[in-house]
Structure formats: C-alpha cells, structure tokens
C-alpha cells in the first residue's frame, strides 16, 4: 500500500512535465506559479498535500510533491522531478521511511547537474 502511495504521487507530477518543458523551451513563465500553471497542474490533489513549481536551474527540484497523508512512507515525505541544465528529468524521493517504498525509477539523492 505505501509503495502504491508513493507512485500515485510520482504520478500527479509526472503528467507536468510536458507542459513545463514547453513553459522552459518557449519562455512563457515569469516565476513558479506561471511554471505551475503552464504546467498543467493543480496546486493539490488527493494524493499530494501541495504540489509546487520552481524555476529551471542546475538539478533543481522543478515539479514536487509534498505527499498526502504518507503514513508508512514516512513524515515529510515528497516525491519530486528534478531537471537538469541540459533537460534531463529524473525522480527524486525524499524523507522516505525505507527505500523500499519508492517509486520506480526515482532515488533518494539527486544526482550532479548534466550541463
């Protein structure tokens, strides 16, 4: 069950990321909201408290969720796609109780900006 909680949350974000690169490549947002909005996404939904946007940088945190009610998964724990300078994304989940509850495809630690 945790782990399906995990990668519901993964899910609400990763519907984003089209939308953001878009905002990204065309230069159509001016601060997080705007990357938000052009995002596509709610700033909430049943399985992310909040859902924030921030601004492209070198492997920053650009889509995160702050997960609903996380139980097991542990208190604080996000789920969050990082982007690279070169625009690669990768999952990165953090304050997960135990790393057997994350997402396919995400780690614990982000890794060194691409350029």
Known sequence: MAKSKGA???????????GYEMAVVEGGAADAAAY?????????????TTITAAAPGANTAVLTCAIANPGRLGTGATVALHRTT???YSCVATSFADAKFLPAGCVATAGADQT
């Open 8 to 18: 519901a949350a993964y899910a609400d974000i990763a519907g984003g990321k089209t």
């Open 86 to 88: 070169s625009g690669i």
């Open 36 to 48: 938000l909005k052009k995002a596509g996404l709610a700033g909430s939904t049943g399985n992310c």
